[in-house]
């Protein structure tokens, strides 16, 4: 059974970071897709970034490129989002997620997911 928790929200001021931090476990880690999510109020889950098995190709949302960086640390089974320069709009329910199946693309539809960080930014 494979488990993703998320820790590292909270609350910022506008211009502020955050560093999301999303522990996994269950399999082994350096063979699956990473990927962030979030949802604002009111909002449809939406897409933020994702992150290869090697952690040498990432993709991210036209909305955060430049401001936010997804890593991982595969020998801590770890996948982190450095959040920069964060803005009102940013606020959300940041999900992390993981592939089904090892060396393919992260499909939200068939990910496994966390229980989810709330980020809250004040202007």
């Known amino acids: 059974q494979v488990q993703l928790v998320e820790s590292g929200g909270g609350l910022v001021q506008a211009g502020g970071s955050l560093r999301l931090s999303c522990a996994a476990n269950?399999?082994?880690?350096?063979?699956?897709?990473m990927g962030w999510f979030r949802q604002p109020p009111g909002k449809e889950r939406e897409f933020v970034a994702t992150i290869n098995g090697s952690g040498g190709r990432a993709e991210y949302a036209d909305s955060v490129q430049g401001r936010f960086t997804i890593s991982r640390e595969n020998a801590k089974n770890t996948a982190y989002l450095q959040m920069n320069s964060l803005k009102p709009e940013d606020t959300a329910v940041y999900y992390c997620?993981?592939?089904?199946?090892?060396?393919?693309?992260?499909?939200?539809?068939?990910?496994?997911w966390g229980q989810g960080t709330q980020v809250t930014v004040s202007s």
């Open positions: 269950g399999r082994t880690f350096s063979r699956y897709t």
């Open positions: 997620a993981t592939s089904r199946i090892a060396f393919t693309p992260l499909s939200a539809s068939t990910a496994y």
